[in-house]
């Protein structure tokens, strides 16, 4: 794939929210983590799984998301679940 035919990263991070979106049925709401691999695209991606009053007590979870060279999904799962006001102590953020 030619450098102009690929899409730019902010095209990727788009493509990576709506297709996770749209397979998952919950919304992203933020991309935690975001590196070009060998083999295409690697994010993170914070989701909204479940509503709670109040919004601290929402449970939230961050998928693993894998895109190829041109910024469509071939994979993602579930790494980790947690509520929204709850800080993670034995992770410094990112990958």
């Keep these: 794939m ?3 035919d690929r899409p730019s990263p902010m ?3 788009r493509q990576a929210r709506s297709q996770l979106a749209e397979l998952t ?3 992203a709401e933020s ?3 975001f590196e070009r691999t ?4 690697a994010l993170e991606i914070e989701v909204l799984e479940l509503a709670r009053v109040p919004d601290t007590m ?3 979870a961050s998928y693993q998301v894998e895109l190829d060279p ?3 999904l071939t994979g993602y799962r ?5 509520e929204r006001g709850r800080a993670d102590a034995h992770r410094s953020g990112g990958r």
């Design 2 to 4: 030619a450098d102009e």
């Design 11 to 13: 095209e990727v991070l």
């Design 25 to 27: 049925g919950m919304a």
């Design 31 to 33: 991309v935690s983590s």
């Design 38 to 41: 060998d083999d295409g695209w």
């Design 58 to 60: 929402s449970l939230m």
């Design 70 to 72: 041109g910024g469509q």
């Design 78 to 82: 579930r790494v980790r679940r947690y």
